[in-house]
C-alpha cells in the first residue's frame, strides 16, 4: 500500500514538473518574439533633419509597441510595395495610389487626419515670377515636374485631370520627368527648372510654415478635390495581435504628448475604411482606359 502510495507520489511530482516546465515554456514565447523587430517601410519625407526624426520617432515606438522597430528607407513607393507585398516589411506608409491597386493584397491599418479630416489635396504649382499662367490646361508644350509615378497627388491626379479634358497625358507636355519626392518638386519650380509641377498639397503647406523661401519661390494654381489621405498599411498575413497593437499606437499618438510632437502638423490618425479611396481607384481605372 505505501508501495503504490509512493508510486502515485512520484508520478504527481513528474506531472507537476512537466506542467511547471510547458508554463515555463510558454512564457518564453512573448519574450522571444518580443526580439522580432517591427519593419517599417518609408519614402522619402522633406524634412531637413530626417534622420533626427526618424530616430525620435523610433524610440517613441520602441516604447509603445514593446518591440525594436527598424524603418526601411526606399527612393520610391514601388520598392516600398515590393518589399511589402514580399514579406519583408510588416508595415508602410504608402500613398493611396499604390494601395488602391494592390488593397486586395494589404491590410488596411490606419488613415492620417490633416485638419480635422482623412483627406488632402493635389496643388499644381508655378514659378513665382509667372504671373500669367492659371491652370493646368495652360501649360501644355511646357516642361512638368512629378513626385513619383505612384503617386497619388504628384502623378495620378494631373494625368486624370487632362485625360478628363480630353488631352493624352504621355504627349500633353514637351517634357517631364520624376523628382522622387515632393519637397524636390516645390525646389524644381522655385529654381525654374520646370514650368509646373504636382505636389502634396500638405507637403506644400507644411514647407510654407517651415520653409517659407521654398514655397515663396512657387505660385499654387489649382487644387484638387480631396482625396484620401495617403494611409498606414499592413502586409496581408500579418498576424491580428500586431496589427491590432500597431494601429492601436497611431491611434493614440495624438493623446500623448511627445507622439502629438511626432505627428508633423497632422492631427492624428483614424481606423479608417477602404472605401474612403474609392474614388482614386476610379481616377486610376479612368487613366487605364480614358
Not at 508501495?3 to 508554463?23: H, K, N, Q, Y
Not at 499662367?133 to 494631373?158: C, I, M, Q
Not at 484620401?228 to 498599411?233: G, I, R, S
Request: charged share 25%.
Amino acid at each position: 500500500m505505501d508501495r503504490d502510495v509512493a508510486l502515485l507520489e512520484a508520478c504527481g511530482r513528474r506531472a507537476f514538473l512537466r506542467g511547471v516546465g510547458a508554463l515555463a515554456a510558454l512564457t518564453v514565447l512573448p519574450s522571444h518574439a518580443a526580439d522580432i523587430p517591427v519593419r517599417i517601410g518609408l519614402t522619402p519625407v522633406f524634412l531637413d533633419d530626417q534622420m533626427g526624426f526618424l530616430s525620435q520617432w523610433r524610440r517613441w515606438l520602441e516604447v509603445k509597441l514593446g518591440r525594436t522597430v527598424v524603418f526601411v528607407q526606399r527612393g520610391s513607393y514601388r520598392e516600398i510595395m515590393d518589399l511589402l507585398r514580399a514579406g519583408k516589411l510588416d508595415f508602410a506608409w504608402v500613398c493611396g495610389y499604390p494601395y488602391v491597386r494592390h488593397r486586395q493584397e494589404l491590410k488596411l491599418v490606419a488613415v492620417p487626419l490633416w485638419r480635422g479630416e482623412p483627406c488632402y489635396q493635389s496643388y499644381f504649382i508655378v514659378p513665382a515670377d509667372d504671373p500669367r499662367t492659371g491652370t493646368l490646361a495652360e501649360l501644355r508644350g511646357k516642361v512638368f515636374a512629378y513626385s513619383d509615378p505612384d503617386s497619388n497627388s504628384g502623378y495620378l491626379y494631373p494625368r486624370y485631370l487632362l485625360t478628363t479634358q480630353g488631352e493624352n497625358p504621355d504627349n500633353f507636355f514637351s517634357r517631364s520627368f520624376f523628382t522622387w519626392a515632393h519637397r524636390k518638386v516645390v525646389e524644381a519650380v522655385g529654381i525654374a527648372l520646370a514650368d509646373g509641377g504636382a505636389v502634396d498639397g500638405y507637403v506644400w503647406e507644411t514647407l510654407a510654415e517651415l520653409h517659407p523661401d521654398l514655397t515663396r519661390a512657387t505660385r499654387v494654381i489649382e487644387r484638387s478635390p480631396p482625396l484620401a489621405y495617403p494611409p498606414f498599411v499592413a502586409r496581408s498575413d500579418i498576424p491580428a495581435v500586431e496589427l491590432a497593437g500597431f494601429r492601436g499606437v497611431l491611434l493614440d499618438m495624438a493623446a500623448d504628448p511627445e507622439g502629438m510632437d511626432l505627428l508633423l502638423r497632422l492631427d492624428g490618425f483614424i481606423p479608417g475604411k477602404s472605401e474612403l479611396f474609392d474614388e482614386i481607384a476610379r481616377m486610376a481605372a479612368r487613366v487605364r482606359n480614358p
